[in-house]
């Protein structure tokens, strides 16, 4: 069965330190995304990408980049860890729009990340 | 402003009654889809439920439905028959045609199911 898969699912590091987490889907999907989970907050979109070597920032961006070499991956990288951005991280996949449009995203199953 | 509202904090309902999750949306786009998320304490996302702008009949999944009233842009979630498992956060979405590959989340619910 067809899947996407994230790594580590939990994360220490220290405020400072470069951060990557990784994304994998075998869906075979154009679309994938990056999104910070926090109470009160739900899912807020960080990067996203419609395809190979396409970017896209979300709506909270800032000190997170991603980058899309091919279909399956899409890892996110914080730069320098904030303590700010101590979250679960969520990515998702789906396929376009158009005659996709009613098919939902695909979810991995987390990553939780603390930032001391 | 929000593209998707979720006014319940968090809801009670005791186990084999029935509850309604309320969803409310903002678009411009006549062509758009509402999806239904679960999330358990576990933390996985699990599409529950999907119903389209065009869509003439509300969507049903078991004992999911979705009362949706596209004049009040409105898509409120229907569990029957609640069960202990139902406990979860439930999260309303929204994808828009004209976008075609966003997705907005709502903030989400919390729903315990009382024994």
């Known amino acids: 069965d067809a899947e996407i898969t994230q790594s580590p699912r939990h994360k220490i590091t220290e405020t400072g330190r470069q951060v990557t987490l990784a994304c994998h889907q075998t869906?075979?999907?154009?679309?994938m995304f990056w999104y910070r989970q926090d109470l009160g907050h739900g899912l807020r979109l960080i990067h996203y990408?419609?395809?190979?070597?396409?970017?896209n920032k979300g709506e909270v961006s800032d000190g997170y980049s991603v980058s899309r070499s091919n279909t399956e991956d899409l890892p996110l990288t914080l730069e320098s860890a904030a303590s700010s951005q101590t979250s679960v991280y969520f990515c998702?996949?789906?396929?376009?729009?158009?005659?996709?449009?009613?098919?939902?995203?695909?979810f991995g199953d987390g990553t939780r990340l603390s930032i001391l | 402003a929000q593209k998707i509202t979720q006014t319940q904090p968090g809801m009670f309902v005791q186990e084999k009654e029935a509850v309604t999750l309320d969803c409310t949306y903002d678009?411009?786009?006549?062509?758009?889809?509402l999806f239904w998320y679960k999330q358990p304490s576990s933390g996985e996302m699990i599409f529950l439920i999907y119903?389209?702008?065009?869509?003439?009949q509300n969507a049903t999944e078991g004992r999911y439905s979705l009362n949706f009233q596209k004049a009040r842009k409105s898509a409120n979630l229907v569990i029957s028959a609640s069960q202990l498992g139902d406990s979860a956060m439930y999260f309303c979405?929204?994808?828009?045609?004209?976008?075609?590959?966003?997705?907005?989340f709502g903030t989400g619910t919390s729903l315990t199911v009382i024994p």
């Open positions: 998702a996949s789906s396929e376009g729009g158009g005659a996709g449009s009613n098919q939902p995203q695909h």
């Open positions: 869906w075979n999907h154009n679309n």
């Open positions: 990408s419609y395809g190979v070597q396409d970017t």
């Open positions: 678009t411009s786009d006549p062509s758009y889809g």
């Open positions: 119903q389209g702008s065009y869509d003439q």
């Open positions: 979405a929204m994808r828009e045609l004209n976008t075609g590959n966003q997705f907005y």
